[in-house]
């Protein structure tokens, strides 16, 4: 087989996946409103399963009612969730997949309507240029109450028969806050220096270590570059992160780029569909909304494996820990070379499965080398308008759900 280095298998801690396709987190507006997952979602996963997607790694579950950051994100902040969670992992199962569980707390990346008060973060003051949001910076117990949460939605992963967990450190949310000198500009523990911004990340760990079994996978995405207005997690200081969470002994490591609405077209890098996003906002930020988007369009065209030169920094401190790379790999020759050139132990991808949830299967039998996803970004665009997301590459629904 042509691009046989794609279908050995990787050991991620105690677990073997098949080959090394990874389903990059996703979040797919299939949730309840109660955070309970739906047939629907189910559906979307056994799907991939089905399509022979190694890892598959579901969309951001919030573990903690506070870090919710969309309506219709599926939760892991309560026990109630665990039935409809054990659902999902049954049906990857059942189709000879692996599913790891993505926590994530939004921080001060949400919204009052969302969460019901004012949103933390690391620390308060600025006010989010789109969000309008000014966030309350976190107190001690805050922070603590935290990293329980995590813990917390660690072990209701572990009675959901999860694979495995991934710590969401990447795209601006509440860990992307800690590390970030840019978010973060607390002169205690929890801030002021590369150690202490860590801190919080490294106190996560340890709480997610003590809630899982031995050998289960904890993965973790983290940023490579912020692209925020001033600096944050910059190539060199996600390396200093990549090798502490390297000696902390994780199990893989994906690297992003991005943090929300400053830089989140760095994430996804591809067309800007202006008028789909400034649909999904209300009325009162569609001014702004447009001004901003429309500044953007046309500066984030698609290049190809965009963090490919971030992973060929962070690979030689990480030792023997796996790294996923994600963002832009489209091309079957690419990947394959990621692989034997040793700068990627697995291939993540997030739009090409929405496109194809079938793109692996058709890859092993020969009938493609390439997705035929062209990164027109109105998926992303369904997220920020309440639509479940699908391939909406050729029409875009009028209006939402
Ligand atoms: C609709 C949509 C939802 C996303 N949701 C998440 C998410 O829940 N968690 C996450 O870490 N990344 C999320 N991402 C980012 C992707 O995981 C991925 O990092 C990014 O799309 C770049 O990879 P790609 O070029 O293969 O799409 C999302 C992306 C899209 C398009």
């Known amino acids: 087989m042509m691009f046989s280095a794609l279908f050995a298998p990787m050991d991620l801690g105690s677990v073997r996946i098949g080959n090394r396709f990874v389903h990059s987190a996703t979040y797919e507006v299939m949730a309840l409103e109660t955070g309970?997952?739906?047939?629907?979602?189910?559906?979307?996963?056994?799907?991939?399963?089905?399509?022979?997607?190694?890892?598959?790694?579901?969309?951001?579950?919030?573990?903690?009612?506070?870090?919710?950051?969309?309506?219709?994100?599926?939760?892991?902040?309560?026990?109630?969730?665990?039935?409809?969670?054990?659902?999902?992992?049954?049906?990857?199962?059942?189709?000879?997949?692996?599913?790891?569980?993505?926590?994530?707390?939004?921080?001060?990346?949400?919204?009052?309507?969302?969460?019901?008060?004012?949103?933390?973060?690391?620390?308060?003051?600025?006010?989010?240029?789109?969000?309008?949001?000014?966030?309350?910076?976190?107190?001690?117990?805050?922070?603590?109450?935290?990293?329980?949460?995590?813990?917390?939605?660690?072990?209701?992963?572990?009675?959901?028969?999860a694979d495995g967990i991934q710590l969401h450190a990447a795209h601006g949310y509440l860990i992307n806050q800690f590390l970030s000198p840019f978010f973060n500009r607390r002169k205690d523990e929890w801030g002021g220096s590369d150690e202490n911004r860590f801190r919080f990340l490294g106190e996560i760990l340890s709480e997610v270590k003590r809630e899982t079994p031995q050998g289960m996978p904890i993965l973790v995405k983290l940023n490579t570059h912020d692209h925020t207005p001033r600096e944050g997690i910059t190539p060199s200081l996600a390396a200093t992160y990549a090798g502490r969470l390297s000696k902390l002994g994780i199990h893989g490591l994906e690297v992003s780029c991005g943090s929300g609405w400053y830089s989140f077209m760095n994430m996804c890098r591809g067309e800007v569909p202006v008028k789909e996003l400034v649909t999904g906002l209300p009325l009162w930020k569609k001014p702004v909304g447009r001004l901003m988007l429309g500044r953007m369009a046309g500066k984030y065209g698609f290049?190809?494996?965009?963090?490919?030169?971030?992973?060929?920094?962070?690979?030689?401190?990480?030792?023997?820990?796996?790294?996923?790379?994600?963002?832009?790999?489209?091309?079957?020759?690419?990947?394959?070379?990621?692989?034997?050139?040793?700068?990627?132990?697995?291939?993540?991808?997030?739009?090409?499965?929405?496109?194809?949830?079938?793109?692996?299967?058709?890859?092993?039998?020969?009938?493609t080398d390439a997705s035929a996803c062209v990164s027109c970004n109105r998926c992303l665009a369904a997220a920020a308008n309440d639509i479940p997301v699908q391939c909406y590459c050729r029409e875009f629904p009028a209006s939402a759900r």
């Open 36 to 161: 309970e997952v739906t047939d629907r979602l189910i559906g979307r996963y056994r799907t991939l399963a089905r399509g022979e997607v190694g890892l598959i790694i579901p969309g951001y579950l919030y573990v903690h009612s506070l870090g919710r950051a969309y309506r219709h994100e599926t939760g892991i902040h309560d026990d109630r969730m665990i039935p409809g969670l054990t659902r999902l992992a049954g049906a990857v199962h059942e189709e000879g997949g692996k599913i790891v569980f993505q926590l994530a707390h939004a921080g001060r990346q949400t919204t009052k309507a969302m969460i019901g008060r004012t949103p933390l973060g690391p620390s308060g003051g600025d006010r989010d240029p789109f969000y309008f949001v000014k966030p309350r910076g976190m107190d001690g117990g805050q922070i603590q109450e935290a990293i329980r949460a995590f813990g917390a939605a660690a072990r209701r992963a572990v009675e959901a028969g």
């Open 303 to 367: 290049e190809g494996g965009y963090n490919i030169e971030a992973a060929k920094r962070i690979k030689p401190v990480l030792g023997d820990t796996p790294l996923f790379v994600v963002g832009g790999m489209r091309k079957a020759a690419e990947m394959k070379k990621a692989l034997e050139e040793r700068y990627a132990d697995g291939i993540a991808m997030s739009r090409p499965f929405i496109r194809e949830p079938f793109l692996v299967r058709r890859i092993r039998e020969g009938k």
